[in-house]
Protein backbone atom coordinates (compact mmCIF):
# COMPACT_ATOMS: atom_id res chain seq x y z
CA UNK A 1 0.00 0.00 0.00
CA UNK A 2 1.06 3.91 -0.90
CA UNK A 3 -0.01 6.39 0.97
CA UNK A 4 -0.19 10.01 -0.81
CA UNK A 5 -2.91 12.71 -0.50
CA UNK A 6 -4.11 11.09 2.89
CA UNK A 7 -5.15 8.32 0.65
CA UNK A 8 -4.31 4.65 0.63
CA UNK A 9 -3.34 3.38 -2.72
CA UNK A 10 -2.96 -0.09 -3.65
CA UNK A 11 0.20 -0.17 -5.53
CA UNK A 12 -0.17 -3.04 -7.11
CA UNK A 13 -3.66 -1.51 -9.26
CA UNK A 14 -0.85 1.05 -10.52
CA UNK A 15 1.72 -0.58 -12.66
CA UNK A 16 3.53 2.69 -13.46
CA UNK A 17 4.51 3.41 -9.97
CA UNK A 18 6.21 1.44 -7.61
CA UNK A 19 5.92 1.33 -3.88
CA UNK A 20 8.33 4.27 -3.44
CA UNK A 21 5.44 6.46 -5.78
CA UNK A 22 8.20 6.20 -8.71
CA UNK A 23 7.39 6.63 -12.28
CA UNK A 24 7.93 3.07 -13.41
CA UNK A 25 8.99 4.20 -17.25
CA UNK A 26 11.58 6.59 -15.96
CA UNK A 27 12.98 4.76 -12.49
CA UNK A 28 11.67 8.18 -10.98
CA UNK A 29 8.98 10.50 -9.17
CA UNK A 30 8.07 13.64 -11.82
CA UNK A 31 9.41 16.47 -9.93
CA UNK A 32 10.90 14.34 -7.28
CA UNK A 33 7.87 14.21 -5.53
CA UNK A 34 7.04 10.33 -4.47
CA UNK A 35 3.01 9.60 -4.93
CA UNK A 36 0.64 7.17 -6.45
CA UNK A 37 -1.82 9.16 -8.11
CA UNK A 38 -5.84 7.92 -7.33
CA UNK A 39 -7.06 7.58 -11.27
CA UNK A 40 -5.57 5.85 -14.28
CA UNK A 41 -6.09 9.00 -15.61
CA UNK A 42 -4.14 10.95 -13.43
CA UNK A 43 -1.14 8.92 -13.77
CA UNK A 44 -1.48 9.18 -17.71
CA UNK A 45 -1.48 12.84 -17.60
CA UNK A 46 1.69 13.02 -15.14
CA UNK A 47 3.39 10.75 -16.96
CA UNK A 48 3.00 12.99 -20.33
CA UNK A 49 3.95 16.27 -18.38
CA UNK A 50 7.15 14.26 -17.23
CA UNK A 51 7.78 13.44 -20.88
CA UNK A 52 7.68 17.20 -21.89
CA UNK A 53 9.57 18.14 -19.42
CA UNK A 54 11.88 15.94 -21.07
CA UNK A 55 11.95 16.99 -24.37
CA UNK A 56 11.85 20.32 -23.56
CA UNK A 57 15.07 20.44 -21.80
CA UNK A 58 16.77 18.04 -24.58
CA UNK A 59 15.25 20.66 -26.83
CA UNK A 60 16.84 23.71 -24.77
CA UNK A 61 20.19 21.85 -24.29
CA UNK A 62 20.65 21.60 -28.57
CA UNK A 63 20.22 25.24 -28.39
CA UNK A 64 22.15 26.08 -25.87
CA UNK A 65 25.36 24.26 -27.97
CA UNK A 66 24.04 26.74 -30.76
CA UNK A 67 24.50 29.55 -29.34
CA UNK A 68 28.29 28.70 -28.16
CA UNK A 69 30.21 30.68 -30.78
CA UNK A 70 33.46 29.40 -30.91
CA UNK A 71 34.50 31.66 -33.89
CA UNK A 72 33.33 34.06 -35.97
CA UNK A 73 34.70 37.16 -38.60
CA UNK A 74 32.93 39.08 -41.59
CA UNK A 75 30.13 36.52 -43.52
CA UNK A 76 31.29 33.82 -41.13
CA UNK A 77 29.92 31.69 -37.57
CA UNK A 78 31.23 28.47 -36.10
CA UNK A 79 29.05 27.17 -33.44
CA UNK A 80 29.60 24.57 -30.80
CA UNK A 81 26.71 22.63 -32.78
CA UNK A 82 28.52 23.11 -36.17
CA UNK A 83 31.43 21.74 -34.81
CA UNK A 84 29.86 18.87 -32.89
CA UNK A 85 28.75 17.73 -36.58
CA UNK A 86 31.75 18.20 -37.82
CA UNK A 87 33.23 15.70 -35.87
CA UNK A 88 30.38 13.06 -36.48
CA UNK A 89 31.50 13.21 -39.76
CA UNK A 90 34.75 11.82 -38.86
CA UNK A 91 33.47 9.96 -36.29
CA UNK A 92 35.83 11.94 -33.70
CA UNK A 93 35.14 12.53 -29.95
CA UNK A 94 35.42 16.40 -29.14
CA UNK A 95 37.71 15.93 -26.63
CA UNK A 96 40.06 19.36 -25.90
CA UNK A 97 42.68 18.49 -28.09
CA UNK A 98 40.66 16.84 -30.74
CA UNK A 99 38.06 20.53 -30.70
CA UNK A 100 41.29 22.48 -31.30
CA UNK A 101 42.56 20.59 -33.78
CA UNK A 102 38.94 20.17 -35.81
CA UNK A 103 37.74 24.21 -35.39
CA UNK A 104 40.69 25.05 -37.08
CA UNK A 105 40.32 22.64 -39.87
CA UNK A 106 36.62 23.32 -39.92
CA UNK A 107 37.31 27.08 -39.94
CA UNK A 108 39.60 26.56 -43.22
CA UNK A 109 37.03 25.29 -44.59
CA UNK A 110 34.74 27.68 -44.24
CA UNK A 111 37.00 30.54 -45.44
CA UNK A 112 38.21 28.39 -48.46
CA UNK A 113 34.35 28.13 -49.27
CA UNK A 114 33.68 31.91 -48.53
CA UNK A 115 36.03 33.32 -50.72
CA UNK A 116 36.08 30.75 -53.31
CA UNK A 117 32.55 31.45 -53.96
CA UNK A 118 33.87 35.46 -53.71
CA UNK A 119 36.18 35.74 -56.18
CA UNK A 120 34.14 33.54 -58.53
CA UNK A 121 35.97 30.47 -58.26
CA UNK A 122 33.02 28.37 -57.23
CA UNK A 123 29.47 28.89 -56.91
CA UNK A 124 29.15 25.28 -54.86
CA UNK A 125 26.98 25.61 -51.82
CA UNK A 126 27.91 22.66 -50.16
CA UNK A 127 31.32 24.40 -48.07
CA UNK A 128 33.31 21.23 -48.33
CA UNK A 129 33.40 21.33 -52.15
CA UNK A 130 33.40 24.82 -52.29
CA UNK A 131 36.71 24.55 -49.95
CA UNK A 132 38.51 21.53 -52.17
CA UNK A 133 37.79 23.80 -55.45
CA UNK A 134 39.23 26.97 -53.96
CA UNK A 135 41.94 24.70 -52.52
CA UNK A 136 43.17 23.62 -55.89
CA UNK A 137 42.62 26.71 -57.22
CA UNK A 138 45.12 28.37 -54.88
CA UNK A 139 47.81 26.36 -55.48
CA UNK A 140 47.58 26.12 -59.23
CA UNK A 141 47.54 29.51 -59.82
CA UNK A 142 50.39 30.34 -57.04
CA UNK A 143 52.75 32.50 -58.87
CA UNK A 144 56.47 31.01 -57.68
CA UNK A 145 59.15 33.75 -57.85
CA UNK A 146 61.23 33.72 -60.67
CA UNK A 147 64.39 33.85 -58.27
CA UNK A 148 62.94 30.50 -56.31
CA UNK A 149 62.71 29.16 -59.69
CA UNK A 150 66.10 29.85 -60.84
CA UNK A 151 67.49 29.04 -57.54
CA UNK A 152 65.91 25.75 -57.67
CA UNK A 153 67.06 25.34 -61.59
CA UNK A 154 71.06 25.47 -60.53
CA UNK A 155 70.40 23.44 -57.63
CA UNK A 156 69.25 21.01 -59.44
CA UNK A 157 71.06 21.21 -62.35
CA UNK A 158 71.74 17.94 -62.96
CA UNK A 159 67.64 16.98 -63.74
CA UNK A 160 67.82 19.59 -66.42
CA UNK A 161 71.32 18.49 -68.76
CA UNK A 162 71.13 16.52 -72.16
CA UNK A 163 74.02 15.70 -73.73
CA UNK A 164 75.94 16.67 -71.53
CA UNK A 165 74.77 20.20 -71.16
CA UNK A 166 72.06 22.59 -69.28
CA UNK A 167 69.10 23.06 -70.45
CA UNK A 168 68.27 26.82 -71.20
CA UNK A 169 65.80 28.16 -68.78
CA UNK A 170 62.72 28.85 -70.81
CA UNK A 171 59.19 29.83 -70.37
CA UNK A 172 58.60 25.86 -70.70
CA UNK A 173 61.10 24.37 -67.99
CA UNK A 174 60.21 27.48 -65.69
CA UNK A 175 56.46 25.96 -65.70
CA UNK A 176 57.90 22.84 -65.28
CA UNK A 177 59.73 23.95 -62.74
CA UNK A 178 57.73 26.03 -60.59
CA UNK A 179 54.69 22.78 -61.12
CA UNK A 180 56.89 20.99 -59.01
CA UNK A 181 57.80 23.62 -56.31
CA UNK A 182 53.97 24.45 -55.60
CA UNK A 183 53.73 20.42 -55.38
CA UNK A 184 56.19 20.11 -53.20
CA UNK A 185 55.02 23.72 -50.92
CA UNK A 186 51.11 23.24 -51.29
CA UNK A 187 50.73 22.89 -47.21
CA UNK A 188 53.32 26.29 -46.98
CA UNK A 189 51.07 27.82 -49.77
CA UNK A 190 48.04 27.08 -48.53
CA UNK A 191 48.82 28.05 -44.59
CA UNK A 192 50.03 31.21 -46.24
CA UNK A 193 46.50 31.72 -47.83
CA UNK A 194 44.87 30.95 -44.53
CA UNK A 195 46.42 33.58 -42.94
CA UNK A 196 45.62 36.02 -45.68
CA UNK A 197 41.71 35.45 -45.36
CA UNK A 198 42.13 35.22 -41.31
CA UNK A 199 42.91 38.76 -41.77
CA UNK A 200 40.78 39.70 -44.57
CA UNK A 201 37.76 38.57 -43.13
CA UNK A 202 38.55 39.41 -39.18
CA UNK A 203 37.95 35.80 -37.49
CA UNK A 204 38.50 35.97 -34.01
CA UNK A 205 38.33 32.65 -32.16
CA UNK A 206 36.07 32.76 -28.65
CA UNK A 207 38.69 31.34 -26.47
CA UNK A 208 36.01 31.70 -23.35
CA UNK A 209 34.33 29.28 -25.02
CA UNK A 210 36.73 27.29 -25.84
CA UNK A 211 38.16 27.16 -21.91
CA UNK A 212 34.75 26.28 -21.43
CA UNK A 213 34.15 23.43 -23.59
CA UNK A 214 37.32 22.10 -21.98
CA UNK A 215 36.54 22.48 -18.52
CA UNK A 216 33.25 20.96 -18.84
CA UNK A 217 35.08 17.61 -20.65
CA UNK A 218 37.34 17.33 -17.55
Known amino acids: MVKADHMLVNSDQFPMFNRMGKCAIFGFSPFGIPFAPASEAMKKILCVITLTVLFVSAAFGSNSRDAVVLARGKGLLITKADLESYAKRFNRVLTPKVEKKLLKSLL ?35 KVPEVVIESYYRSHYKLYEADGKLLPLD ?33 ELMERSNEGSAAGSN
Open 108 to 142: LVKLFALEGRERGVTKDKDDFKAALEYRKWVVKHY
Open 171 to 203: DKLKKEIADRIKSYAAANILAAERERLMKKYAV
